[in-house]
């Protein structure tokens, strides 16, 4: 991987006079005619959607003519936060909209599965539909009526889409937690919903590991008692349900009946599927996204800002319990279809037939949603995924879940292709979208994300209220946006709700990230304003270590931590999972000089640990409030769920060596 400057253009805008080629420019052009207004760059147009922020969303529902079943008296009563109301009096329902493009693509391939448990499966846009029309019989056979919960215990297969849209459509509400989730932090999640039924599997394979999760139903049906189950046999076909799950329904059974599909029209808020919170700094958090909100942000960003029709197909590799999944869900809207991949993309090696490389070239994808930690590990290894793949039909990849580095960022262009658009994107579970990311008109530069979405209004704010330039402030949400959520399950007077987001500014959305603007007006995440680290009073962002130790050599990954115990500079301590063969004493020593000489001394740690891996949940984010709270003694339980974790079995090695480096230096 070859070493390059944070903010070299690796890929230029197009001209105004080509915007046409892009149905985003196209969009643009049509209010340049109808408002009278002319955009000379995005960024102008992006001022235009937030200062005209109830003309800008009224267009996008038209644009991609929004199926009412009732006519909106406004589309926004007032730009307050929190409690802003959209499309007043419009009745709508999400998957609506999904069976519409499954219709138009009827006979076309819109489902492509890849499954280490049971194979490769094509569905068809007809097929897609009539599984959700049979979940739907089977939903109502039950007895599950609008406002009603569902949950899934379920893998990233066709079954999963389809109950998802299924449920949607009844006006139910849907959640779902992958199976990798034990029976703990699957109750810690859904039994806050108190969900009247389940669906799950019997287990599911990882490279060529069979995991059951038959003890894991049992102990989750013994929490919520009350709660119908339905089993998919996954694992096993041939599987015995009645003795393996005594009372649970087949699959086969539920989904017996057929019958066209129930669409329940309801008002634009009407919860629709929660998202749970990582778990990481407590008791996950159930946010409520409502129809409204995912339907308009999801058609923004799959029509406009990824550029999706029915010429494309689109890898979203995700587990069901990330946004990432709900996101990529949404791609059928456009007509794009999608391809599901569930398994250990790493099995039986990084570059091996598993690897999103070769699914994506496989299926033909033509645009990848992945994370930025799968692409460093790709990248670190050495990787050269455009000369062992054909990779000619892919156009994009947008990567989220952490920081991408300027280096990585390179090697996508040196070693995937130099014709594809790259996409870092930040936003998270809590708004089911960006808050910063890339578009088809805008350049792209390394280790920087490209521009604010249309119709977001984000800056980066010092505590005065002030903008800031060239260093990090808190990312703020200075106006609303259709898909903040509706509410958090169980949150009484919305004081958690609150209090996650608008206990810092008043009225405004603070969302806990260092936000940097740079001179070029693109974005770079410099860490959790909660991470910061402080040293002797000056502020240090995590992503500053990482953007320079992602790279170094020797290194397979890192987190870094601070501890203010005792005062003065406090205790900075770095841990460090060293690659194979590599002499420790030797790589600590070029670790120091590195961070001295490319940052400060200030940034060198007071401790380098060798540790076996470092705590990060399956989409990669690094978990570093959790741990040094575990380090500081937090024993609630509330601190870290070991359920979101790749290696849960390190967790407490990492801890004890961290704990004796303190009690060392006291």
Request: one cysteine or more; a negative charge.
């Given at each position: 991987?070859?070493?390059?400057?944070?903010?070299?253009?690796l890929?230029?805008?197009?001209?105004?006079?080509?915007?046409?080629?892009f149905?985003?420019?196209?969009?643009l052009?049509?209010?340049?005619?109808?408002?009278?207004v002319?955009?000379?760059d995005y960024?102008q147009?992006?001022?235009?959607?937030v200062?005209?922020?109830e003309n800008?969303?009224?267009?996008?529902?038209?644009?991609?003519q929004?199926i009412?079943?009732?006519?909106?008296?406004?589309?926004l009563?007032?730009?307050?936060m929190?409690?802003?109301?959209?499309?007043?009096g419009?009745?709508?329902?999400f998957t609506?909209?999904?069976?519409?493009?499954l219709t138009?693509c009827?006979?076309?391939?819109?489902?492509k599965s890849?499954?280490?448990?049971?194979?490769s499966?094509n569905w068809?846009?007809k097929?897609?539909?009539?599984?959700?029309q049979?979940?739907?019989?089977?939903?109502?056979s039950?007895g599950?009526?609008?406002?009603?919960?569902?949950a899934?215990?379920?893998?990233?297969?066709?079954?999963?889409l389809?109950?998802?849209?299924?449920v949607?459509?009844l006006g139910?509400?849907?959640?779902?937690?992958?199976?990798?989730?034990?029976a703990?932090?699957?109750l810690d999640?859904?039994?806050?919903?108190?969900?009247?039924?389940?669906?799950s599997?019997?287990?599911?394979?990882?490279?060529?590991?069979?995991?059951?999760?038959?003890?894991?139903?049992?102990?989750?049906?013994?929490?919520l008692?009350?709660?119908?189950?339905v089993?998919?046999?996954y694992l096993?076909?041939n599987?015995?349900?009645?003795?393996?799950?005594?009372?649970a329904?087949?699959?086969a059974?539920?989904?017996?009946?057929?019958?066209?599909?129930?669409i329940?029209p309801?008002?634009?808020d009407?919860?629709?599927?929660?998202?749970?919170?990582?778990?990481?700094?407590?008791?996950p958090?159930?946010i409520?996204?409502?129809?409204?909100?995912l339907?308009?942000?999801?058609?923004?960003?799959?029509?406009?800002?990824?550029?999706m029709?029915?010429?494309d197909?689109?890898f979203?590799?995700?587990t069901?319990?990330?946004?990432?999944?709900?996101?990529?869900?949404?791609?059928l809207?456009v007509g794009a279809?999608?391809?599901?991949e569930?398994?250990?993309?790493?099995?039986?090696?990084?570059?091996?037939e598993?690897?999103?490389?070769s699914?994506?070239?496989?299926?033909?994808?033509?645009?990848?949603?992945t994370?930025?930690?799968y692409?460093?590990?790709?990248?670190?290894a050495g990787?050269?995924?455009?000369?062992q793949?054909?990779?000619?039909?892919?156009?994009?990849?947008?990567?989220?879940?952490?920081?991408?580095?300027?280096?990585?960022?390179?090697w996508?262009?040196n070693?995937?292709?130099?014709n594809?658009?790259?996409a870092?994107t930040?936003?998270?579970?809590?708004?089911c979208?960006?808050?910063v990311?890339?578009?088809?008109?805008?350049?792209?530069?390394a280790?920087?994300?490209?521009?604010?979405?249309?119709?977001?209004?984000?800056?980066?704010w010092?505590?005065?209220r002030?903008?800031?330039?060239?260093?990090?402030?808190e990312?703020?949400?200075?106006?609303?946006?259709?898909?903040?959520p509706?509410?958090?399950?169980?949150?009484?007077?919305?004081?958690r709700?609150?209090?996650?987001?608008?206990?810092?500014?008043e009225?405004v959305?603070r969302?806990g990230?260092w936000?940097v603007?740079?001179?070029?007006?693109?974005?770079?995440?410099?860490?959790?304003?909660?991470?910061?680290?402080?040293?002797?009073?000056?502020?240090?962002?995590?992503?500053?270590?990482?953007?320079?130790?992602?790279?170094?050599p020797?290194?397979s990954d890192?987190?870094?931590?601070?501890?203010?115990?005792?005062?003065?500079?406090?205790r900075?301590?770095?841990?460090v999972?060293a690659e194979?063969n590599?002499e420790?004493?030797?790589?600590?020593?070029?670790?120091?000089t590195?961070?001295r000489?490319n940052?400060?001394?200030?940034h060198?740690?007071?401790?380098?640990l060798?540790?076996?891996?470092?705590?990060?949940?399956?989409?990669g984010?690094?978990?570093?409030?959790?741990?040094k709270?575990?380090?500081?003694?937090d024993?609630?339980?509330?601190?870290?769920d070991?359920?979101?974790l790749v290696?849960?079995?390190?967790?407490?090695?990492?801890?004890?060596?961290i704990?004796s480096?303190?009690?060392?230096?006291?």
């Amino acid at each position: 991987m070859q070493p390059i400057k944070s903010g070299a253009l690796l890929y230029p805008s197009p001209a105004p006079h080509d915007w046409d080629q892009f149905e985003m420019g196209r969009f643009l052009h049509n209010i340049e005619a109808k408002y009278r207004v002319k955009f000379t760059d995005y960024e102008q147009a992006w001022a235009w959607s937030v200062e005209n922020l109830e003309n800008f969303w009224a267009e996008v529902w038209d644009h991609f003519q929004i199926i009412t079943h009732e006519p909106y008296t406004s589309v926004l009563a007032e730009r307050t936060m929190p409690g802003a109301k959209w499309f007043e009096g419009a009745r709508i329902n999400f998957t609506e909209h999904i069976l519409r493009s499954l219709t138009q693509c009827a006979e076309n391939t819109m489902v492509k599965s890849r499954s280490q448990t049971n194979g490769s499966l094509n569905w068809s846009g007809k097929r897609l539909a009539e599984e959700i029309q049979r979940i739907q019989q089977g939903l109502l056979s039950h007895g599950i009526k609008s406002g009603d919960r569902v949950a899934g215990y379920l893998p990233n297969i066709p079954q999963t889409l389809a109950t998802y849209y299924a449920v949607v459509g009844l006006g139910a509400i849907w959640c779902c937690v992958p199976p990798e989730m034990g029976a703990k932090a699957t109750l810690d999640r859904i039994e806050q919903l108190e969900p009247q039924l389940l669906i799950s599997i019997d287990g599911y394979r990882w490279g060529k590991r069979e995991i059951s999760k038959l003890e894991d139903l049992s102990t989750i049906r013994a929490g919520l008692p009350n709660m119908a189950v339905v089993l998919l046999p996954y694992l096993d076909e041939n599987l015995d349900v009645s003795s393996a799950a005594p009372g649970a329904q087949v699959y086969a059974e539920f989904t017996a009946k057929h019958a066209p599909a129930v669409i329940e029209p309801v008002p634009f808020d009407h919860p629709m599927t929660v998202l749970f919170s990582s778990g990481t700094t407590g008791k996950p958090k159930a946010i409520v996204h409502g129809h409204g909100g995912l339907l308009l942000e999801h058609y923004k960003a799959m029509g406009l800002h990824f550029g999706m029709d029915e010429s494309d197909t689109a890898f979203w590799f995700s587990t069901t319990g990330w946004m990432v999944w709900t996101m990529g869900a949404s791609s059928l809207l456009v007509g794009a279809a999608v391809v599901l991949e569930d398994g250990d993309p790493n099995w039986p090696s990084l570059d091996g037939e598993w690897s999103q490389w070769s699914i994506l070239a496989e299926t033909e994808a033509t645009y990848l949603g992945t994370g930025s930690a799968y692409l460093a590990a790709c990248a670190h290894a050495g990787l050269n995924p455009g000369t062992q793949w054909d990779l000619s039909k892919l156009r994009e990849i947008q990567c989220s879940g952490s920081p991408l580095s300027a280096d990585v960022s390179g090697w996508v262009y040196n070693s995937v292709s130099m014709n594809l658009l790259l996409a870092p994107t930040s936003g998270g579970t809590d708004i089911c979208a960006a808050f910063v990311g890339a578009s088809p008109l805008t350049a792209v530069y390394a280790g920087e994300m490209s521009c604010r979405p249309l119709g977001v209004a984000v800056e980066s704010w010092d505590m005065d209220r002030n903008p800031m330039a060239g260093e990090p402030g808190e990312l703020v949400a200075t106006l609303p946006m259709p898909s903040m959520p509706v509410f958090f399950w169980g949150d009484e007077n919305k004081e958690r709700y609150t209090n996650s987001y608008f206990n810092v500014f008043e009225g405004v959305w603070r969302h806990g990230d260092w936000l940097v603007r740079t001179e070029r007006d693109t974005w770079v995440i410099n860490g959790r304003s909660d991470a910061t680290l402080n040293r002797g009073g000056v502020r240090l962002g995590t992503a500053e270590f990482y953007a320079l130790l992602e790279s170094h050599p020797g290194i397979s990954d890192c987190i870094i931590l601070h501890f203010e115990e005792g005062g003065g500079m406090g205790r900075l301590i770095l841990l460090v999972v060293a690659e194979e063969n590599a002499e420790t004493t030797a790589l600590e020593g070029s670790i120091r000089t590195s961070l001295r000489t490319n940052l400060s001394p200030r940034h060198v740690p007071d401790s380098i640990l060798f540790v076996r891996s470092i705590p990060r949940t399956r989409t990669g984010k690094r978990l570093e409030i959790p741990l040094k709270r575990l380090v500081q003694g937090d024993t609630t339980g509330g601190a870290l769920d070991t359920g979101v974790l790749v290696n849960p079995e390190d967790l407490q090695d990492a801890v004890q060596s961290i704990s004796s480096v303190l009690q060392g230096a006291k």
